[in-house]
């Protein structure tokens, strides 16, 4: 069993920054790629970026690429989502997402499908407004 706490969300104005922080606890076995998704209102779900905490290999979607960065501090079971440039767009309730990925198959880490993803965190909110 994995459990993920996300946190960091809240309100910012266009352009501002935020970042994102996601520990995980439980069976390490099962959360070696872990991930950040979005869902906004009447959107389906997306990808944004994902992490091989082995070797923290990250991996990122056209959504995120260029102004979002995903980082992993082991010591703490924490990976973060530091947001830069934000814009209203990116308002959305943001999760964290954990999967098993073994060392073979390590770079599947970079699918970014939903379905993937069997354990997820309950969610931080992110709204971008002036």
């Known amino acids: 069993q994995v459990q993920l706490v996300e946190s960091g969300g809240g309100s910012v104005q266009p352009g501002g920054s935020l970042t994102l922080s996601c520990t995980a606890s439980?069976?390490?076995?099962?959360?070696?790629?872990l991930g950040w998704f979005r869902q906004a209102p009447g959107k389906e779900r997306e990808g944004l970026a994902t992490?091989?905490?082995?070797?923290?290999?990250?991996y990122y979607t056209d959504s995120a690429a260029g102004r979002f960065t995903i980082s992993l501090d082991s010591a703490k079971n924490t990976v973060y989502l530091q947001m830069n440039d934000l814009k209203p767009g990116d308002t959305a309730v943001y999760y964290c997402?954990?999967?098993?990925?073994?060392?073979?198959?390590?770079?599947?880490?970079?699918?970014?499908?939903?379905?993937?993803?069997?354990?997820w965190g309950q969610g931080t909110q992110v709204t971008v407004s002036s």
């Open positions: 439980g069976d390490a076995s099962r959360r070696d790629c």
């Open positions: 997402a954990a999967r098993r990925v073994t060392y073979s198959r390590r770079s599947s880490c970079s699918e970014h499908k939903v379905e993937l993803f069997a354990m």
């Open positions: 992490i091989y905490t082995d070797y923290s290999n990250t």
